[in-house]
């Protein structure tokens, strides 16, 4: 066909077994193999924060723009027609990828317009003239509640305390059990009024894996939409949304080996087609008069204006290029990564570990802090030796004041990091302990 | 290495003993910062006097921080530089500080005017630590701007961002 499918389906590093060829596959990340400050390696741990692309994500990019670069769903001309069937294409891929329909497959900015997308809609219709329908499925109100975590990332918090102001409605949560690092699921806020049920799939400061099936359970007993943020499991391990059983999950390109400025927002097809939407404008209209208008159905109702382009083509490149190492290896190439930083940290002493301790029930974010070293000083050090780590509270602070810290050092991985990249991070905290004088 | 030129001797030192540190009773004006990247905070009061001639002096700046070495640090130096000074003079060092710090290594400080202070021209290489360096500094400009205009009532600020 053309030549984006010889970009995104060159071989990738990895054979048979279920280990990754890592050497083979960082070829493939120009950024990896740079300096930083005095010539050293770049270390990067940093990819919960984003990940870096491989040539076969921005060989899509370069060869969609260079090629096939036309305002998509509104020429007649063949280059149209063509951006069109690329755009498509990456909906259906991308789709395939978590186990979607592509019709499940909203484009957005990134996770967090996700969920504000539906925050949003749910907020449309509670207000105004509204189809009765709708609004019984949709609408909150005074006396509704909106449940959900304290260990979630601001982006899918303050959506919800805003959706609870504009309409009255109440926000709950669950706690968290500091000492496991886990949700303590008998704090359980969910009644028979909670209207949305929103949670993290993995916290992106702990590691922790929700138990999905629980939470989506308690949810569908009390007749409440469920909300998965998946911006951090779907990168790291098969995620498959129609057998988790979520009403709707948000994710992001740019965390995933892709662009940024796409991402995705799922939705079961039957609650797509009966909500509002929230930005309104051009490509998302059925019929429009001077007195009014009708929208068009799922995903295009959701995609008001011309969508992102070259980047939904990146990131279904990035889904291509994770589909060929094949997730399962992923998830255990980060798994070892994880127990290493896990073991090796547990042997400085006066580092203590926010989050599970074991690889069970947990990815590959580790958030830590040195006894008497703050975050900042910690990260400097390690900046210093050329390892990029994370400093401050990574856009949860809820959870950090649960902690009672101000700021963690968080280590996260991606399938490109090595054994070598985790005992440069230890080594660099002994080293921090060492600077700041302590121990 | 790097690493000294930004952890400089006279930073490491004012960061494991800091002046002026506590909370102290009188003053004229408190301000609460919070640096929302990474939430590190200070409470700083601000005591005012006047001199003979009649002009408002600074009497005492008190403080509780919860930071990184740098914020700890340069909310140290703030109070030798500072306390003592007329009003006028501590708002021409704040302005000094804050331009070294956020001059990206641009500008050679002047040791007569910040003293103790130029050990943090280092920290100006640094962009994400600028309001670090900054967090102190900030919340005495505004306790400060409040005991002068005598609304010395908290409101939590975010002066630093
Ligand atoms: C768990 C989680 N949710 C939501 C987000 C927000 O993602 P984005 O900033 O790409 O919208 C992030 C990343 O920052 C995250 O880690």
């Known amino acids: ?439 | 290495m790097q690493l000294n030129q930004m952890y400089q001797e006279i930073i490491l030192d004012h960061y494991r003993n800091p002046h002026g540190a506590g909370l102290r009773e009188p003053f004229d004006a408190e301000s609460f910062q919070v640096n929302p990247t990474c939430g590190d905070e200070v409470t700083l009061r601000v005591a005012l006097k006047r001199d003979d001639a009649g002009v408002q002096v600074v009497a005492d700046i008190s403080y509780d921080a919860l930071g990184c070495s740098i914020s700890q640090a340069a909310t140290s130096v703030l109070t030798d530089l500072v306390v003592g000074r007329t009003v006028d003079e501590s708002m021409t060092i704040l302005d000094a500080f804050k331009e070294m710090v956020q001059s990206r290594g641009t500008i050679e400080p002047d040791e007569d005017v910040l003293g103790d202070g130029i050990a943090f021209a280092g920290v100006a290489r640094y962009p994400a630590r600028v309001k670090c360096a900054l967090l102190g500094w900030m919340a005495y400009q505004d306790a400060t701007a409040r005991a002068m205009s005598g609304s010395p009532s908290e409101a939590s600020g975010n002066g630093a961002s």
């Open chain 1, 1 to 439: 066909m053309t030549s984006l499918d010889h970009a995104v389906h060159r071989t990738i590093g990895g054979t048979a077994d279920t280990t990754v060829d890592t050497a083979k596959l960082r070829a493939d990340f120009p950024l990896l193999s740079r300096t930083v400050r005095d010539n050293r390696p770049l270390v990067y741990l940093d990819s919960g924060a984003t990940s870096q692309r491989p040539r076969q994500v921005l060989d899509a990019e370069r060869a969609f723009l260079e090629q096939h670069n036309a305002a998509v769903h509104r020429g007649a001309h063949q280059i149209a027609e063509e951006a069109t069937d690329a755009y498509e294409s990456a909906r259906a891929r991308i789709a395939a990828f978590v186990g979607a329909e592509p019709g499940e497959v909203v484009f957005t900015k990134n996770a967090t317009e996700g969920i504000n997308l539906v925050a949003y809609a749910l907020g449309n219709a509670s207000i105004g003239d509204v189809d009765a329908e709708v609004a019984a499925r949709f609408a909150v109100g005074p006396g509704d509640e909106i449940v959900v975590t304290e260990m979630e990332h601001h982006a899918n918090l303050v959506p919800w305390q805003e959706l609870c102001r504009r309409t009255g409605a109440t926000l709950r949560w669950f706690a968290v059990d500091t000492a496991a690092g886990r949700l303590d699921l008998g704090s359980d806020p969910i009644t028979e009024r909670t209207k949305v049920v929103a949670f993290t799939h993995q916290s992106n400061v702990l590691g922790t894996v929700n138990p999905v099936d629980e939470l989506v359970a308690r949810a569908r007993a009390v007749g409440a939409l469920t909300v998965l943020d998946s911006c951090q499991s779907v990168p790291h391990a098969p995620v498959n949304l129609s057998t988790l059983g979520v009403d709707y999950a948000v994710f992001s390109g740019h965390k995933m080996l892709g662009p940024s400025g796409v991402g995705v927002l799922y939705g079961r097809e039957e609650l797509l087609a009966a909500m509002p939407p929230f930005l309104t404008g051009g490509s998302m209209i059925e019929l429009v008069r001077m007195e009014g208008s009708t929208y068009a159905p799922p995903p295009q109702r959701f995609e008001a204006g011309v969508p992102m382009t070259s980047q939904a083509v990146g990131l279904a490149a990035a889904v291509d290029y994770l589909s060929t190492i094949g997730m399962d290896r992923v998830a255990a190439h980060e798994r070892m990564l994880t127990e290493a930083a896990l073991t090796g940290l547990a042997q400085v002493p006066g580092v203590r570990v926010i989050g599970p301790t074991s690889t069970e029930d947990r990815g590959g974010a580790v958030s830590f802090l040195v006894d008497e070293v703050h975050a900042h000083d910690v990260g400097q050090v390690l900046d210093d030796r050329g390892v990029a780590v994370r400093v401050g509270h990574h856009c949860a602070w809820p959870l950090h004041r649960r902690y009672e810290v101000a700021a963690t050092v968080r280590a996260s991985f991606a399938v490109y990091n090595t054994l070598d990249e985790v005992a440069a991070l230890i080594d660099g905290v002994h080293a921090a302990r060492s600077f700041f004088g302590v121990g």
